[in-house]
């Protein structure tokens, strides 16, 4: 188990806000160049990751300050601290 206070204290998983096809962000600005999906494990936000070019779950957590993602990929459970910059 990490050591990570964030990591520890967040769930595994978390019901996704609608949409739950694609970048919240990316939809709404009518763009769907997104690489990969994350998960906010605080709110449920769906976000781009870092390899698209809007990087809009990083984005999410500097507006938010919600600490930790959670990959929103099939089959992968991994989940990422920002505070931290650790995975878990």
């Known amino acids: 188990?990490?050591?990570?206070?964030?990591?520890?204290?967040?769930?595994?998983?978390?019901?996704?806000?609608p949409p739950t096809d694609?970048?919240?962000?990316c939809l709404a600005a009518g763009r769907r160049d997104w690489v990969h999906l994350r998960?906010?494990?605080d709110c449920g936000h769906i976000g781009c990751c870092?390899?698209?070019?809007q990087k809009h779950a990083t984005a999410h957590f500097h507006n938010s300050s919600h600490?930790?993602?959670r990959s929103y990929e099939p089959g992968e459970d991994w989940r990422?601290?920002?505070?931290?910059?650790?995975?878990?």
């Open 1 to 17: 188990m990490s050591a990570c206070e964030d990591l520890n204290a967040a769930p595994q998983d978390i019901t996704p806000l």
């Open 22 to 25: 694609g970048c919240a962000d």
């Open 39 to 41: 998960v906010c494990l």
């Open 50 to 53: 870092d390899f698209s070019p």
């Open 67 to 69: 600490p930790v993602i």
């Open 80 to 88: 990422w601290c920002f505070v931290h910059e650790v995975i878990g």
